[in-house]
């Protein structure tokens, strides 16, 4: 596609609930981000991905945050056992490079209630 | 310490006005980047404008401007001739060199009045 696509574009969870966001990437964009964006804040960011690789995880804020982009391409992010604190929008981006401009998708909100 | 600062939560700005969206910034890195993104209000963040540490010249497209003043450490988006379809939110952002992270401001809403 022409751009960075996310599905589902809003997800309301059950707290306890496991979900899993996706991001579809501009076609041949090497690198891919996700951030998280509680409500009223910037986006901060969570994980980059190269390729398959992933080469910083420093920003998920717990091991119930896990991302993969196993074929280099689509990511997902899951989370597992929702908490109320996890709602906010999931954006993901993309680059040609780590250091060019990145492109970002329109997002996923998440509420979990 | 808060690496970007975004003075001004929300601005408004009579149409065709020019207007300025203040950022500072905070890092002790030689070599580092700043970008405005624009959120509207559906959502998806887009790239304005980007200016590296040792560019010379500030940048500039189309209507955006980046008033660059390295010494104050800071990186203020000016836009001219405003429009209403410039109504968003605006964030500064920082790369720090070797990451390729960014890192946001709070942002400031932007209303342009007809």
């Known amino acids: 596609g022409a751009g960075v696509s996310q599905s589902p574009r809003y997800k309301v969870a059950k707290r306890g609930q496991d979900v899993a966001l996706r991001c579809d990437p501009i076609?041949?964009?090497?690198?891919l981000f996700w951030y998280q964006q509680a409500l009223g804040q910037g986006p901060e960011f969570l994980t980059y991905?190269?390729?398959?690789?992933?080469?910083?995880k420093s920003g998920l804020p717990s091991d119930r945050f896990f991302a993969e982009r196993p074929e280099g391409s689509v990511s997902t992010l899951k989370i597992q056992r929702t908490q109320q604190e996890d709602s906010a929008v999931y954006l993901c981006?993309?680059?040609?490079?780590?250091?060019?401009?990145?492109?970002f998708g329109q997002g996923t909100r998440l509420t979990v209630v | 310490a808060q690496k970007i600062t975004q003075t001004q939560p929300g601005m408004f700005v009579q149409e065709k006005e020019a207007v300025t969206l203040d950022c500072t910034y905070d890092t002790s890195d030689p070599s580092y980047g700043l970008f405005w993104y624009k959120q509207p209000s559906s959502g998806e963040m887009i790239f304005l404008i980007y200016q590296g540490s040792y560019d010379q010249q500030n940048a500039t497209e189309g209507r955006y401007s980046l008033n660059f003043q390295k010494a104050r450490k800071s990186a203020n988006l000016v836009i001219s001739a405003s429009q209403l379809g410039d109504s968003a939110m605006y964030f500064c952002?920082?790369?720090?060199?070797?990451?390729?992270?960014?890192?946001f401001g709070t942002g400031t809403r932007l209303t342009i009045i007809p």
């Open positions: 981006a993309s680059s040609l490079e780590g250091y060019t401009e990145a492109f």
């Open positions: 991905f190269q390729n398959e690789a992933q080469l910083d």
């Open positions: 952002a920082m790369r720090e060199s070797p990451g390729v992270k960014l890192t």
């Open positions: 076609s041949g964009h090497v690198s």
